[in-house]
């Protein structure tokens, strides 16, 4: 009965996690972390964070790289980008990836922790350079960790570890003020404990050594990898004097405008408030509309986007339509605004740009205009 009970279970699991998936248009962009578990270790296969490098260190995706997905776009200190609307010149993406590991065969499974923004950062960057293969995983490092049974032993482990440390410790105030007749089993009590810690740290070195996320540095050898002019994605890019044109549309026409631009930041950037040391202003593009970046994540399941029904509603709300062009942008544009367009590809919508260099190239355009 129990086994017929867990079959169902099982079956039922599987059923609801098959219907989230096919929800989604393209649900190819994403890949689940019990798809992604099986491919940890390929050769052919390469999982790169979109976090930043301290939080890297602090647990990654054993055998992964780390690139920053605030550190994909290039620009200068006024934020001019030489190569817009590429993320970077094409020497210099080549050089980047190569040095990562990177080769043009591999599968790139992009992720962070959870939220969506910098694993999408990452997608946006290969995407539009044209690579083959490349994934988003839904839920990201978080995930992962649920689905590794080795980490549940850790965890189970760490936590009898904390309960007979604090067991001991608090032995040893009772020893102070101990009778001669208290005394000998306490200290009994506390070298057993002693003993018990002893094993459980041995146990937990073992168990590290089967981790699927582990602490430390990237340890990577460079490869070749190579950009084809004419594999590069356009359509899924943008630069400011394209957006400049759908905003002077959008400023005309109001709703009837053929264009959005999405604003996903929060609203103390939105107002200028808020803004990054490198750059000369704070606001935001004339005619924007506002959807935070965390309408579209799921914070509360842990995964990088809700269901498509769920997020459909958002863009209705909005006029976020199919028929319209696009654009999204927050900071750097790896990042929150990539976290719009791969929802939106995500939905089927076709003509979706992240405009790359966002608001650090805007701000800094003393020519273009700005609102607060």
Not at 186 to 215: F, G, N, P, W
Not at 344 to 358: A, E, P, R, W
Request: aromatic share 6%; glycine share 6%.
């Amino acid at each position: 009965m129990n086994r017929l009970l867990t079959t169902l279970c099982l079956a039922a699991s599987l059923s609801a996690a098959n219907v989230i998936a096919a929800d989604y248009v393209n649900k190819n962009i994403l890949i689940s972390a019990d798809e992604a578990v099986k491919l940890i270790g390929n050769p052919k296969v390469m999982f790169v964070s979109g976090d930043n490098e301290d939080i890297y260190k602090l647990g990654h995706v054993k055998g992964s790289v780390e690139m920053y997905a605030h550190h994909l776009h290039h620009s200068e200190i006024d934020g001019e980008m030489h190569c817009a609307p590429l993320y970077r010149c094409v020497d210099d993406a080549q050089a980047l990836i190569g040095k990562k590991g990177i080769s043009n065969d591999m599968t790139i499974i992009a992720y962070d922790d959870f939220k969506g923004p910098n694993a999408t950062g990452v997608y946006s960057f290969f995407d539009s350079f044209g690579h083959k293969n490349i994934k988003v995983l839904n839920g990201g490092r978080a995930a992962i960790m649920a689905a590794d049974p080795a980490q549940k032993e850790y965890d189970a482990a760490n936590k009898d570890l904390k309960a007979i440390n604090k067991a001991q410790k608090d032995d040893k105030e009772k020893l102070k003020k101990a009778t001669d007749a208290e005394k000998a089993v306490l200290e009994a009590s506390i070298a057993k404990a002693q003993s018990d810690m002893t094993a459980l740290k041995t146990k937990m070195a073992e168990i590290e050594t089967r981790l699927m996320v582990v602490k430390g540095d990237e340890s990577v050898t460079a490869k070749t990898y190579k950009i084809d002019p004419k594999k590069i994605k356009y359509s899924v890019i943008a630069d400011k004097i394209e957006v400049k044109h759908a905003m002077d549309d959008i400023l005309k026409n109001g709703k009837k405008s053929k264009f959005v631009i999405i604003d996903s930041r929060g609203i103390a950037e939105i107002i200028g408030e808020r803004k990054m040391d490198n750059v000369a202003r704070g606001g935001h593009i004339p005619g924007s509309t506002f959807i935070e970046w965390s309408r579209i994540s799921d914070a509360d399941k842990k995964l990088s986007f809700k269901s498509a029904d769920e997020i459909q509603k958002v863009y209705d709300s909005y006029g976020v339509t199919k028929d319209k062009t696009v654009y999204a942008y927050c900071q750097v544009g790896a990042g929150r605004g990539s976290e719009h367009i791969t929802a939106l590809q995500l939905l089927g919508y076709k003509n979706v740009k992240v405009f790359t260099g966002s608001w650090d190239v805007w701000g800094n355009d003393m020519n273009l205009p700005i609102k607060r």
